[in-house]
């Protein structure tokens, strides 16, 4: 086997398990509007969820990190200010958000707002490296809001706190995607997690106990499955499954596959949730809401295919005085490449 072919097959083979960890990651996300809600409709406040939720995953995943950084600190300081923006941001503020607009508006339609955020990454990398989305890539927006919007059928009116809060969550989602890329590949995907949650839960802790952050907790039983259960059971599966679990293969499948195609197969998350919310809390979606689903996964696919094209290849500019080549080749970037989108 050539060097050139083992190399498309190792690329092919991370890119496949890309794909895996992200869809995975997404259905661990999926599960958190439905935990959230069971334990709200008893008296938590958002805050007090999301503070339960994070604290607990950092605590599972601190022996793991520590075991995974093996003395590697001055690299995870190097990386201080990434980390730092991604435990506020994007892990703290923007579940703080999301859980926020879940108290105002349905969880489908607080999901919907949340995943505009993948629009802002498009206009990131835009504004950011001046390359402009290929058609193939706005073609994939377009499908997948669309189909967001019949999954979710926000026909029902949108109240302003709402919105304005999901939009909130939306820009630390853009965050999200684009930190994770960024981060440092050699430290370990849980190691990066692990520290984002610990900066999130100590900033969360902090406004709770000098009272910028309400929080407040009932011990009164849930409904789920269509019965009652005790309220540890959403609060473990908070922690455990839609915090620790789906951090930890978001990094790891971001780095993989780049902010942008990771941030369209983590739109995923909104059918994960249909799903969850109709076994956990009996929301059973209706025709509409499945072709909805159909239409996202084009739009992913449509995202996939443009990525997956090869960029152009080099061009060389002609000397402006004399019409010959200078023999430099002026290297012209395509919209399309991955590491614009990192």
């Not at 498009?122 to 997948?144: D, E």
């Not at 100590?202 to 009652?228: C, K, M, S, Y």
Request: aromatic content about 8%.
């Amino acid at each position: 086997m050539s060097i050139t072919r083992f190399t498309s097959y190792i690329g092919g083979r991370s890119q496949a398990a890309g794909l895996g960890l992200a869809l995975t990651s997404a259905a661990a996300f999926g599960t958190s509007g439905s935990f959230a809600d069971s334990l709200m409709a008893t008296g938590w406040t958002p805050g007090a969820v999301v503070t339960a939720r994070i604290v607990l995953a950092a605590l599972v995943l601190t022996p793991i990190a520590l075991v995974q950084l093996r003395g590697r600190w001055s690299r995870l300081r190097a990386s201080a200010a990434l980390v730092g923006l991604y435990g506020l941001v994007a892990v703290a503020g923007c579940q703080l958000a999301f859980f926020n607009a879940v108290q105002h508006l349905d969880v489908g339609v607080a999901l919907l707002l949340e995943y505009l955020g993948i629009v802002l990454v498009v206009l990131w990398v835009w504004l950011r490296h001046g390359q402009r989305p290929r058609r193939l890539t706005v073609a994939g927006v377009v499908a997948a809001l669309a189909g967001l919007v019949l999954v979710l059928d926000p026909s029902g009116g949108l109240d302003g706190a709402g919105v304005a809060w999901g939009l909130v969550a939306a820009t630390g989602l853009a965050v999200f995607f684009v930190a994770s890329a960024r981060t440092d590949p050699e430290l370990p995907p849980l190691v990066i997690a692990w520290a984002g949650m610990v900066v999130g839960a100590l900033a969360l802790v902090g406004f709770g106990v000098v009272g910028l952050l309400p929080v407040r907790t009932t011990r009164a039983d849930v409904v789920l499955f269509g019965q009652e259960l005790s309220w540890l059971v959403p609060v473990a599966a908070l922690g455990l499954v839609a915090a620790a679990l789906a951090y930890s293969l978001g990094v790891a499948a971001t780095r993989r596959l780049g902010a942008k195609v990771a941030s369209f197969v983590g739109l995923t998350e909104v059918l994960f949730a249909v799903a969850f919310a109709a076994v956990l809390v009996g929301q059973v979606p209706g025709v509409g809401r499945l072709l909805g689903g159909l239409v996202v996964l084009a739009g992913v696919a449509l995202v996939q295919a443009d990525d997956a094209r090869p960029a152009p290849a080099p061009v060389t500019k002609p000397a402006p005085d004399a019409g010959i080549s200078t023999g430099e080749p002026e290297l012209v970037p395509s919209s399309g490449s991955r590491g614009s989108w990192e």
